[in-house]
T-cell receptor
Framework: EVQLVESGGGLVQPGGSLRLSCAGS????????MSWVRQAPGKGLEWVSGISGSGFTTYYADSVKGRFTISRDNSKNTLYLQMNSLRADDTAVYYC??????????????WGRGTLITVSS | SYEFTQPPSVSVSPGQTASITCSGDKLRDKYACWYQQKPGQSPVLVMYQDTKRPSGIPERFSGSSSGSTATLTISGTQAMDEAGYYC?????????FGGGTKLTVL
């Protein structure tokens, strides 16, 4: 069964740090470009960061650039998101998503169930 | 941050055709894709590269694109299609989502 399982969510104080993990199984993990997509309570989807299948190329939304770092360990079939300097507006469900990307498109056909991050004092 | 423009809500009667649009200049030369999201669930890809339907997605879902507008069409809409729908595209450095459309089947 193809699966993405996120972990590492929880409550953190403003200015704090957290690391999310996403374990993939049932597919060739290294063949998939991966991303983190978040959804604030009652709001729409917001892309956070992405990484190529090899891990050599990374991309970030302006809202998290300089604060978040995406990485992957293909030997462990795991995607990571290191989140520093967290703010209240980072509060959201964070989804791990995988798919195919190229010059003209990047779409996500695999999604995890999400993990909730709450930034509050 | 940049976001594609979608109508906040669309209503359709069962069995009728629903069309959801997504507008933005970046769609002129990039492919759009679409996700369906039901309450409390993760998004599901229902269309990619403008017109391609993933396996397992019913044939009543179709996609098109012209100029700066992509459209998701649901023919013979069923009650189970009631959900949020999001368009998305990639501009070679950033993934951009639309604001989402709530489809109501009534």
């Amino acid at each position: 069964e193809v699966q993405l399982v996120e972990s590492g969510g929880g409550l953190v104080q403003p200015g704090g740090s957290l690391r999310l993990s996403c374990a993939g199984s049932g597919f060739t993990f290294s063949s998939y470009a991966m991303s983190w997509v978040r959804q604030a309570p009652g709001k729409g989807l917001e892309w956070v960061s992405g990484i190529s299948g090899s891990g050599f190329t990374t991309y970030y939304a302006d809202s998290v650039k300089g604060r978040f770092t995406i990485s992957r360990d293909n030997s462990k079939n795991t995607l990571y998101l290191q989140m520093n300097s967290l703010r209240a507006d980072d509060t959201a469900v964070y989804y791990c998503a995988g798919g195919d990307y190229g010059d003209l498109s990047w779409y996500f056909d695999l999604w995890g169930r999400g993990t909730l991050i709450t930034v509050s004092s | 941050s940049y976001e594609f423009t979608q109508p906040p809500s669309v209503s359709v009667s069962p069995g009728q055709t629903a069309s959801i649009t997504c507008s933005g200049d970046k769609l002129r030369d990039k492919y759009a894709c679409w996700y369906q999201q039901k309450p409390g669930q993760s998004p599901v890809l229902v269309m990619y590269q403008d017109t391609k339907r993933p396996s397992g997605i019913p044939e009543r879902f179709s996609g098109s694109s012209s100029g700066s507008t992509a459209t998701l069409t649901i023919s013979g809409t069923q009650a189970m299609d009631e959900a949020g729908y999001y368009c998305q595209a990639w501009d070679s450095s950033t993934v951009v989502f639309g604001g989402g459309t709530k489809l109501t089947v009534l």
